[in-house]
C-alpha cells in the first residue's frame, strides 16, 4: 500500500463509517502532521499511542560487536535508540 492509497481509503472510510467527507488534502495533511508529532515526542522520550493500533515507544539498544560480512573483521557497532512499535490487544486479535 502506498501513501497515497492509504488517503485514499481513510477519505473513502471517513465517508461510509462516519457520514462525514473529509478532502484527501486534509487527511494528508493530517498524516504527515502525525508523522511529524510522533517523530517530536519520541526524540523526547515519551511514548506516543495509536488508538486502535499500538504504541509507539524508543528503545535503547546496546553497543554490540558485529562482524563485516565480507571480509568476516570483527566490528564495533555502536549503541542507538531505535523506535519501537507494540500492537494493540485488539489488532493482535483481529489478525489471528
Known sequence: MTKQDLIERIAETMKIRHDRAVSKTDVASLLDALGAVATERLKAGDDV???????LAVKAKAARTGRNPKTGEAIQIPAKRVPDFSPAKALKDALA
Open 49 to 55: 499511542p495509536l488508538p486502535g493500533l499500538g504504541k
